[in-house]
């Protein structure tokens, strides 16, 4: 599913940035190029990296790893 129609990045796009160490819309923005024209994809694409990364961290690993960090400034 196409996320940023002004430069062509899909879900898939974020979540492969998202595994890649995004850690934030600023991350995905450089990664992918989403976010970086009208704007307007920015919620979703910061929903999907949040998802992804709540995904890719097994609950056992939460105990011993700190809470996730996701800044949602540019
Ligand atoms: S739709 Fe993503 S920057 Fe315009």
Known sequence: MYVCICHGVTEKDIKKAAKQGAQSLHDVKQM??????????????????????QQTTPDFLQVIQPKLSIQTTA
């Open 32 to 53: 992918t190029g989403a976010s970086s024209g009208c704007g307007s994809c920015a919620d979703v694409a910061l929903d999907i990296l949040i998802e992804s990364k």
